[in-house]
């Protein structure tokens, strides 16, 4: 079972930048998709980039071109960069990985906090 590990949130303001890390504790290679989704109090966790092994990238619409998502297959390793903070990207960020199979296996890491104060 391949294990999740974020790193690179904190706190910064807005209009600066973050990058997220997200280690696999083994090969990327079995892993359909890779992803980030964020949670805030309250409210569902929401997608908010998708990485499918063919290379199609997916983005929440509020992001589109102020983050890009990637990988670094040979550091076991996928990013999140984040440009343009804004206030509203303050959550929770969680990285996501999916097998196919049949049937669907979901990994997820435990979070890192992101805060962009205005």
């Known amino acids: 079972q391949v294990q999740l590990e974020e790193s690179g949130g904190g706190l910064v303001q807005a209009g600066e930048s973050l990058r997220l890390s997200c280690t696999a504790s083994?090969?990327?290679?079995?892993?359909?998709?890779m992803g980030w989704y964020r949670q805030t109090p309250g409210e569902r966790r929401e997608m908010v980039a998708e990485?499918?092994?063919?290379?199609?990238?997916t983005y929440e619409g509020s992001v589109k071109g102020r983050f890009t998502i990637s990988r670094d297959d040979a550091q076991n390793t996928m990013y999140l960069q984040m440009n343009s903070l804004k206030s509203d990207d303050t959550a929770v960020y969680y990285c996501?990985?999916?097998?196919?199979?049949?049937?669907?296996?979901?990994?997820w890491g435990q979070g890192t906090q992101v805060t962009v104060s205005s």
């Open positions: 990485l499918f092994n063919d290379g199609r990238t």
């Open positions: 083994r090969s990327m290679d079995s892993l359909d998709v």
């Open positions: 996501y990985a999916a097998i196919f199979g049949p049937p669907i296996r979901q990994l």
